[in-house]
């Protein structure tokens, strides 16, 4: 941020990073005329076409024979410090530095004249002939407020024909919208909540670390419904009154909405939001904002990692443990660990919150390495829920059923109170598995080695990798016998099923992420169910995270075990964190809340801590587990998934390069072994895992090794996963 940027004079040559999956930059000479920056976005020559790249170094001697920069664009060169952040990235996950650069380019602006867009007013007397819907229209617009059309459609519920006759009939004017506004300026002291005494002392020392201007990270350890989110937003309000910028990460933007809502309550505004799914001139806007350090809070999902921010001055990473800011395809970047990396380069404080921390967060923090702060207590005296099993083994419900008659009888209680339940099962669709009474066929994905999954509500057969789709036919296509399809096991609307036939009475719901209506609808529900519409609610796991209901108060947990048993390192902690949020939704409004898991296996040790309510015991055995195995955070950890369109062929290519492997000291190479999803996509897929001591330079063995390997010939791919999170 600092560095003088360097000026390279014509007649000399630069090296341009170009944005596609290259790990090189190109040499190219400077025109007579042209004076460059590093970090200038420039066009170049690239075989038969032109493309756009960043000067990413100065060239070595005279450019002779060298093809020559075209020209610099008219945009904003890439900072220094966004362009350490891409080398580091790069150097660390093993990816195309281009490909790295493509995450911080900003695209070259869109010059087609942006359209206006249109709202109405009500000006004039309303038309001789009058229908209900044209009276809700007019109803809906009075007070003459300018209304976008669709919005002023929806809020009278009429079609966007019956405000065009109002207009027509001149009864509404169309004027231009203002432009919403991108970046209002929060105000940090819009208003400011009653800490308790625990929460201050936590926010002291989180503003004091923004006051320090200096790098450094702080895990922010509160169970649930302690108020981290109040406690952290002390440190943005700080960090606006010293005019510098925040960035907010957040692990899925689609569940934000309270989030935002929370965030207008305390600074008066809503932040700048950054995901895939802001787009076109909205997207350029805040990008621009951000660059000029005018939007003074941004709020997004790991891609915001890499903007242009003027002057960072804190990033908080909000829920760090959570699986989703590990990015799988492209670059496999974790964006918590980037996010310190980010706030290095930046010398920004750090905040990652949790109420279940990674073990990696908390051992950096227990050696000293993070500032640990805690929040054992929930907000305003309440308390957290008191758990309890269910052990299935004797409490077993009838075939084609999976509550309990403990939880039946819980769920009984809380209806005749008039208080909301929980049910929890991270299945998404009607059940798992389809299989053929008669003959025994289960329904596989054409593409992956894996069971479709029944989805009723859309009528059809889903693969969850590939998302191949077909028709649920009334016939096996094996043996064709008619109406011998069964399903096998629960999912959410499976269990949905269930709730309505023990409970009739009840309105229940599922959320569920992979219903019509997207993000919108979810929001509507969620809030809904906030306002207590709702009796029984039935979810996956994203209703696990963050939500405050406040009168929810009890959760069931209807498959306790499920995560424990997959062959992933992080099992037991996913578990453990999933089933401490999700458990974690009961009793956050008056009443007390409890929480009520079903096992067959009630002696696991993850149960049994998460039942002693004392995490430390968790995270005590884990750590020596860890520890035992070399694993993470003891150890290191890559992952080389090695594919094609054939076996044989991912298979020899695995092998080759598994023979070039050396194995020093404290490196060992596992594998090759079939991925336990070995065919993703048409693909077969074959895996090598590297684990290695602390000491060893993970990302410097890796490069030596693939330099002196076989080249991937023919529809061979290698990807190379640093810190791997999915051993799929
Ligand atoms: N000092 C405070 N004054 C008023 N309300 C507060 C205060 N602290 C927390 N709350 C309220 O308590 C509830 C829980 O707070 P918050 O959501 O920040 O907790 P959390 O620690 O993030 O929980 P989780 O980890 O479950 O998401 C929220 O409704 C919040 O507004
Ligand atoms: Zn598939």
Partial sequence: MNEQPIELEEGGTVDVLIPL?????????VPAGLVLKLGDVVQVPLGPRETTGVVWSRGAGRGGNLKRVTGRLDMPPLDPALMKLVDWVAWYTLAPKGSVLALALRRPPDDTPERPRLGVRLVGAPPARMTPARMRAIAAAEGGLLIAKSALAEAASVSAAVIDSLVDAGTFAVEPLPRDAIAALPDPDHAKPTLSEGQSSAA?????????NGFGVTLLEGVTGSGKTEVYFEAVAEAIRQD??????????ALTAQFIDRFEARFGVRPGLWHSAVTGRKRERLQAAIASGEAKVVAGARSALFLPYRTLGLIVVDEEHEAAYKQEDGVSYHARDMAVVRGRIENAPVILTSATPSLETRINAERGRYVHLKLPERFGGRQLPTLGLVDLRRDKPERGRWISDALVK?????????????LFLNRRGYAPLTLCRDCGHRFQCPNCSAWLVDHRFRRALVCHHCGHVERRPHECPACHAPESLTACGPGVERLAEEVATRFPQARSIVLSSDFPGGTERLKQELMAVAEGEFDIVIGTQLVAKGHNFPGMTLVGVIDADLGLTSGDPRAA??????LRQVTGRAGRGEKPGRALLQTHDPGHPVLKALISGDPERFYAAETASREAAGLPPFGRLAGLIISANSQPESESHARALARCAEVPEGVFVLGPAEAPLAVLRGRHRMRLIVKTTRDVNLQDYLRAWLKRAPKPKGSVRVAVDVDPQSFL
Avoid: C, W
Wanted: aromatic letters at 6%; zero cysteines.
């Fill in 410 to 422: 819980a769920i009984q209680v809380n209806l005749e109170a008039k208080e909301q339940s929980l």
């Fill in 573 to 578: 902690e996913r578990t453990f964190q999933v």
């Fill in 21 to 29: 999956g290259l790990d090189q930059a190109y040499s190219y000479a």
């Fill in 244 to 253: 510098r910028q925040s960035l907010i990460l957040m692990p899925e933007i």
């Fill in 204 to 212: 002291a020392a989180l503003v004091a670390s923004v006051q320090a």
